[in-house]
């Protein structure tokens, strides 16, 4: 062949070469993540907006409450990618767990059943000792706990840092690309906040509704805050005395050979011994097993411990004594607790789409 051919033919593959590659970069980039902004509901019926506990540097926005919604679904928190918070925290148990103790990384597993965590933006502490004053404290805990996502804070940080769309949106949120744990926290803290469950039957009877609940609940109502005594601890909008800073022994596991000793671990009080923060009664129907071991299993054997006065031991809270309820009083103190069952927002009980890792195309 003629070498003008050759050389035209070397110049026209080279020129097709550098227009390929300008093809290559100028073509438009993926687009963008688009997160999911989720409706921020108003305070639903029956909850009091002045009991929330918000601190004033993480004020609640959409934005930030789509940012928390992902990471509370997203594996990529914990150290093999597959238990989200979301694994223990179901939102078809209002965000409780139907196993006695939840499984976490490597199948581990600890001591305590997983409480719900509708509503816990009234809580003035968390967890069952209530060790952690703060939502936004204690969101970091379940990640480096070997019981449950057993990753290393900064490796976790190092995982979110690749994903591009989780980049974008801390920049959106908190101003700042960078990803630190403590906006972490704060994004997770946001969802957790809103997912507020209330406008129940027994807040519909309250609110003038009639219709809304039986007698037997109306009688049970009664007896909860009269024979039986339940409002002495479970008490207020979220029927539980925790935003006092209390906590009682109500015997739970106090017959075991080392008893978990509750709240006296964290501040060593005598007093404390065996004592637990007293959990909302609000979906409580949902939320079984019950208690801090998670060792009665439906609310009928938590009527029944109840009724013989709980478990007797030193620490044993006053305010518990035998109660000697009829059959009919135990089903009346049951249907009442079941009208608490309440609404959640729809969106939260899903996983919003998350943003995609870096192998994944982006
Ligand atoms: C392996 C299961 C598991 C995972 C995963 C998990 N949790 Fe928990 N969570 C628990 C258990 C068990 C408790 C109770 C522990 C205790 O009181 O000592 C708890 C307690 C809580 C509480 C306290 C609620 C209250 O009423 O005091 C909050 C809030 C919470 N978890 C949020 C989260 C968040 C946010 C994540 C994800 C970053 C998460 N959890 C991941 C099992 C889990
Ligand atoms: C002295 C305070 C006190 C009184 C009175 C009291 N409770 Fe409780 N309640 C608690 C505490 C504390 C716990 C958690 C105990 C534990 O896990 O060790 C609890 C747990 C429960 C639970 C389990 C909830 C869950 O999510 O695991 C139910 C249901 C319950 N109580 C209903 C009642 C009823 C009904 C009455 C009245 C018959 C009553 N309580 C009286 C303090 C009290």
Known sequence: MDHRYIRLACC?????????????????????????????????????ASMMQIPEDNPITPEKVA?????????????DGTISCASCHQAAHAFGDPEQFSTGVDKNFGNRNAMPITNSAFHAAQFWDGRTPTLEEQALGPVENTVEMANRLDNMIATLSEIPGYRQQFLTVFGSEEITGENVGKAIATFERVIQSGNSPWDRYIAGDTTAVSEAAIRGQE?????AGCSQCHLGVNFTDAPFGLYHNIGVGMDAEEPDLGRFVVTGEEADRGAF??????DVALTAPYMHDGSQATLEEVIEFYDVGGHPNEWLDPK?????????????LIAFMES?????????KRAPALPPSPEEGQ
């Open 12 to 48: 026209l593959a080279t020129i097709a070469g550098f227009v390929a590659l300008g093809v290559l970069a100028c073509a438009p980039a993926e687009p963008a993540f688009e997160p999911e902004i989720p409706e921020v509901p108003d305070l639903p019926l029956g909850l009091d």
């Open 277 to 282: 923060k007293t959990p909302s009664l609000r």
């Open 67 to 79: 940012l928390g919604w992902q990471l509370f679904y997203d594996g990529r928190l914990s150290l």
């Open 320 to 332: 518990i004594s035998v109660l000697e309820l009829t059959k009919e009083e135990e089903a009346d």
């Open 223 to 227: 007896l909860h805050m009269g024979k």
């Open 340 to 348: 608490l069952t309440g609404e959640v927002p729809s969106w939260s």
